[in-house]
């Protein structure tokens, strides 16, 4: 890997960095979809790419399962196999420990699976866990992690050891040159477990690319979430990406990227779109709605995406969507550009010295007059940006996502 950063924003902690990688370069900060199966549902990978997509998420825990090792690496890679020419990254199965806790014991040794489709029993190790991601043959792959959270210390504390064994096996692979390796800060929202987590991490920083936040984006609070993602940004090296797990909102995007993250992925542009959901710079569009049947508009009449600048109209995905697989596969095309230009644009801001105005701007015009989520507010005021300053728009405590809760327009 070649990190470097190329400017940094005047006020808060955003920053525009090259990462370049064994398939090309990726500009951060980015958003990640996710083809958990070797495929953004819908799309084949020469659209994905079309998008001007650069990295992309595959799941090792189910590429594991199917299609295995053997035709992975009959295949040569999952690159080869999903015909994707750009980067690659990989998680490394520790996310299931939680979604699929009641198949899952864990022990020093490693999370021992019972297969959902099979139940044949399946033991993933760190280092399992590592030889299963170079056979996939990601670009970044990642550390396995505990992240169960009753017993959260415990977990931070085995994530750490685990790391250590992530580290040594990847080191004798000799893959050290084409692939990179990230550590997942653990901790959950206990300030003091999130401290010795990135102390022990930040001490084995020469064995890593990079880190990654996780064990968050879980139903936690809002304004806990920013204040861990502030607090882990603030120690982890600067030389290095920093990679928030799970995070896809546009506002959450933003709000990270103000605070220092670089990289995010989340299933939301993809899933939401197959509920029929467009999201735009306005909020979300739901198509559902019959108010959209008679409506010829496109979606975004500014929007470059397939679906937008081909003039689809509002009017035929309202008759199609989620009884057609190509209403579908139209609102994903637009979903994922729509997450590309909110970094996009974040990207330019930042390079241009104008990141604090792109804030309010976006904000105001995503939120209109629903009023701002007061959490969204203090995470950008503890980074020197004030979005209530000449603007009368109200703050609204405790409101989540806003597609979550706003009338669709």
């Known amino acids: 890997m070649e990190f470097e950063v190329l400017a940094k924003c005047h006020t808060t902690r955003a920053r525009v960095s090259r990462m370049k990688l064994a398939h090309g370069i ?11 199966q070797a495929a953004i549902k819908g799309l084949t990978s020469e659209q994905v790419e079309s998008l001007g997509v650069s990295l992309i998420l595959n799941n090792t825990y189910h590429l594991n399962l199917r299609p295995g090792l053997k035709i992975l690496r009959a295949a040569g890679g999952a ?5 994707w020419n750009r980067n690659l990254l990989t998680d490394s199965g520790g996310f299931q420990l939680v979604s699929l806790s009641k198949f899952t014991t864990i022990t020093e040794e490693g999370a021992l699976f019972e297969s959902p489709f099979t139940g044949e ?7 399992e866990s590592i030889s299963i991601q170079h056979t996939i043959g990601a670009d970044i792959i990642m550390q396995l992690d505990d992240v169960v959270g009753p017993r959260v210390g415990e977990a931070m504390e085995r994530s750490i ?4 064994r992530c580290i040594a096996h990847h080191r004798s692979s000799g893959k050290e040159d084409t692939q990179n390796l990230f550590a997942i800060v653990q901790g959950g929202l206990d300030p003091q477990l999130r401290d010795r987590c990135l102390d022990e991490m930040i001490k084995r920083k020469d064995g890593v690319a990079g880190f990654a936040i996780g064990g ?4 936690e609070e809002k304004d806990v979430f920013w204040r861990v993602i502030k607090q882990c940004t603030g120690k982890l090296p600067e030389d290095r990406p920093r990679y928030s797990m799970g995070v896809g909102f546009a506002e959450d995007l933003l709000v990270c990227v103000a605070l220092g993250v670089d990289m995010a992925d989340c299933v939301f542009p993809t899933r939401t779109a197959r509920f029929g959901v467009a999201l735009t710079h306005r909020g979300p569009l739901n198509l559902r709605l019959s108010k959209h049947a008679k409506d010829l508009r496109p979606i975004d009449a500014a929007c470059p995406c397939p679906t937008c600048s081909d003039g689809t109209s509002r009017a035929i995905l309202h008759h199609t969507v989620t009884h057609e697989t190509a209403a579908a596969h139209a609102l994903t095309l637009h979903n994922i550009t729509f997450q590309a230009q909110v970094m996009g644009r974040a990207r330019t801001a930042i390079m241009n010295g104008t990141f604090p105005d792109y804030l309010k701007t976006f904000f105001a015009e995503y939120f209109g007059d629903d009023g701002y989520p007061e959490w969204c507010v203090n995470a950008l005021q503890s980074v020197g940006v004030d979005l209530l300053e000449h603007n009368n728009v109200k ?5 989540g996502a806003k597609w979550e809760y706003a009338e669709p327009l």
């Open 216 to 219: 968050l984006s879980g139903g």
């Open 395 to 399: 703050v609204v405590p405790g409101r």
């Open 121 to 127: 029993p399946t033991m993933l190790t760190p280092e």
């Open 161 to 164: 050891r685990w790391l250590d």
């Open 26 to 36: 990726t500009m951060l900060p980015t958003f990640m979809p996710v083809a958990t």
């Open 79 to 83: 690159h080869n196999f999903q015909r």
